[in-house]
């Protein structure tokens, strides 16, 4: 998982803004980490998730 897509519109911008409030960052940053998730940490992911409103889960298998 290297990225996080979704369509670029108004309501993505504004839902950026958003975000980037939640989690007490630049939207540049949001910008930044959903283009790069693959270098975030676990930690900045967890924030992602829960200013999004989900939850981050992580499992390894055999």
Same mark, same amino acid.
């Given at each position: 998982?290297?990225?996080?897509?979704?369509?670029?519109?108004?309501?993505?911008?504004?839902? $950026? &803004?958003? +975000?980037?409030?939640?989690? @007490? +960052?630049?939207?540049?940053? +949001?910008?930044?980490?959903?283009?790069?998730?693959?270098?975030?940490?676990? +930690?900045?992911?967890?924030?992602? &998730?829960? &200013?999004? @409103?989900?939850?981050?889960?992580?499992? $390894?298998?055999?």
């Amino acid at each position: 998982m290297s990225n996080i897509k979704q369509p670029i519109t108004r309501e993505t911008f504004e839902k $950026i &803004a958003e +975000v980037a409030a939640k989690m @007490g +960052v630049a939207p540049s940053t +949001v910008s930044k980490l959903e283009n790069h998730a693959d270098r975030a940490s676990i +930690v900045t992911l967890e924030r992602y &998730a829960s &200013a999004c @409103g989900a939850s981050l889960q992580i499992s $390894i298998q055999r």
